[in-house]
């Protein structure tokens, strides 16, 4: 069975400083897709990122960045110099690979509050 | 290109009557997917259609469940004989999912059902 643990159930931070969502997942799939949501105090699920099994490779977009590490099954988030826009809910997700590669239901984690004070 | 759309956003009701939602998918997005989140908890998954056949139902979706996409494009899901414990958050996500393409799931507002 598939399982996502966001160990951090509250961080707050002041404004501009850096803060690290943790992240560690379960599957015994060798295909799989990592996504992170944002559900910020309005509810809707934003989409962030998706990453599959097999590309290892750091992104950033802007203030955000992304670590995947296969061998520790973590995949954790960093906002570089918070706002206070950044407060919400943070959700990590996996997901298994269907046949032609794409994937359906996601298991997601209990969710990260980020609280960025001014 | 519009979002996901759910209706209503937000719905009381008393133990045992019937309630049902409606999601409006994106336009064109083959799939669509129906979760429920309970206060501090993640979105856990209920059903899901490619066009309009269930594939996949969770053994949360109790039989008093159903869930429909008549045409493959907008879907309802009816609860009936509520209970307390169906309070939470439904949410419906929509995605394109093609052969060689991997997909992403595009989350609506949600519909929070309240039941007394």
């Known amino acids: 069975a598939q399982k996502v643990t966001q160990a951090q159930t509250e961080i707050s931070v002041v404004e501009k400083e850096d803060v690290t969502l943790d992240c560690v997942y379960e599957t015994r799939d060798t295909t799989y897709y990592l996504f992170w949501y944002k559900q910020p105090p309005s509810g809707e699920l934003v989409f962030l990122i998706r990453?599959?099994?097999?590309?290892?490779q750091n992104e950033i977009s802007g203030r955000y960045s992304w670590n995947f590490q296969k061998s520790t099954s973590s995949f954790n988030f960093t906002i570089t110099a918070s706002q206070v826009v950044d407060s919400a809910v943070y959700f990590c997700?996996?997901?298994?690979?269907?046949?032609?590669?794409?994937?359906?239901?996601?298991?997601f984690g209990k969710g990260t509050l980020l609280t960025v004070n001014p | 290109d519009t979002g996901v759309s759910q209706n209503p956003r937000h719905k009381i009701t008393k133990r045992g009557q019937n309630v049902t939602f409606r999601c409006d998918p994106i336009s064109e997005h083959n799939r669509l997917y129906w979760y429920r989140q309970t206060l501090g908890q993640g979105p856990e998954f209920l059903t899901y259609f490619q066009n309009e056949a269930q594939l996949e139902k969770s053994r949360l979706l109790s039989d008093r469940f159903s869930a429909e996409r008549p045409k493959g494009s907008f879907s309802t899901l009816e609860i009936q004989r509520t209970e307390q414990g169906d309070s939470a958050m439904y949410l419906c996500a929509s995605s394109l999912a093609l052969r060689t393409y991997t997909d992403t799931q595009y989350f609506g507002p949600g519909t929070r059902l309240t039941v007394l």
């Open positions: 990453r599959n099994s097999f590309d290892e």
């Open positions: 997700a996996l997901s298994e690979a269907r046949s032609g590669g794409s994937n359906y239901k996601l298991t």
